[in-house]
T-cell receptor, first 115, second 110 residues
Framework: ETGVTQSPTHLIKTRGQQVTLRCSSQ?????VSWYQQALGQGPQFIFQ???????GRGNFPPRFSGLQFPNYSSELNVNALELDDSALYLC??????????????FGPGTRLTVT | TQLLEQSPQFLSIQEGENLTVYCNSS?????LQWYRQEPGEGPVLLVT?????EVKKLKRLTFQFGDARKDSSLHITAAQPGDTGLYLC??????????FGKGTKLSVKP
């Protein structure tokens, strides 16, 4: 069973640029969620994708967008980068079940630095 | 937006000591998860609690979900240096959107 993978590991961008981060979900999982973790903070929910559609969004502006592909892998795109976007970006995959809980499994993250 | 508060924020103890980390909210969650995160890595799921009053054990770790499903605790018995890390609690707000606390940074000294 393959775990969640993310690429790239580290990235340095300049303010105003655009960035694309990638995530491959764990085998058998159909849902992908993205989180932003600033230094010293817990992860903050950005959005979730299920069956290639956005299935919930946190308090992030529209310049944060995403995609999910038929193989359940996903991309996070951030336009017009700002210094405050510097953070660890985490992808988590899960299997959507019709129950009150489901478990999310995280990748190692992409460390984005905006200068 | 629901909030989760964790305490303490930092904890430094000697090997062999016991400790308890708390996770509190004024809101009800359908489930609550505990993760451990090491520097530069993603959080690793330790346990999910669903039922009010539920207690789960994972070796020396004991997790409890409050009766009202608003709070949870993590108790570690006889802590070891390998337990060092950031412990995060996360509540399932709706449709699986997790709300995380800021975490408890635990350091266990040999």
């Amino acid at each position: 069973e393959t775990g969640v993978t993310q690429s790239p590991t580290h990235l340095i961008k300049t303010r105003g640029q655009q960035v694309t981060l990638r995530c491959s979900s764990q085998s058998g999982h159909n849902t992908v969620s993205w989180y932003q973790q600033a230094l010293g903070q817990g992860p903050q929910f950005i959005f979730q994708y299920y069956r290639e559609e956005e299935n919930g969004r946190g308090n992030f502006p529209p310049r944060f967008s995403g995609l999910q592909f038929p193989n359940y892998s996903s991309e996070l795109n951030v336009n017009a980068l700002e210094l405050d976007d510097s953070a660890l970006y985490l992808c988590a995959s899960s299997l959507w079940r019709d129950t009150n809980s489901y478990e999310q499994y995280f990748g190692p993250g992409t460390r984005l630095t905006v200068t | 937006t629901q909030l989760l508060e964790q305490s303490p924020q930092f904890l430094s103890i000697q090997e062999g000591e016991n400790l308890t980390v708390y996770c509190n909210s004024s809101s009800v969650f359908s489930s609550l998860q505990w993760y451990r995160q090491e520097p530069g890595e993603g959080p690793v799921l330790l346990v999910t609690v669903v039922t009010g009053g539920e207690v789960k054990k994972l070796k020396r770790l004991t997790f409890q979900f409050g009766d009202a499903r608003k709070d949870s605790s993590l108790h570690i018995t006889a802590a070891q240096p390998g337990d060092t890390g950031l412990y995060l609690c996360a509540g399932d707000e709706s449709q699986g959107n997790l709300i995380f606390g800021k975490g408890t940074k635990l350091s266990v000294k040999p």
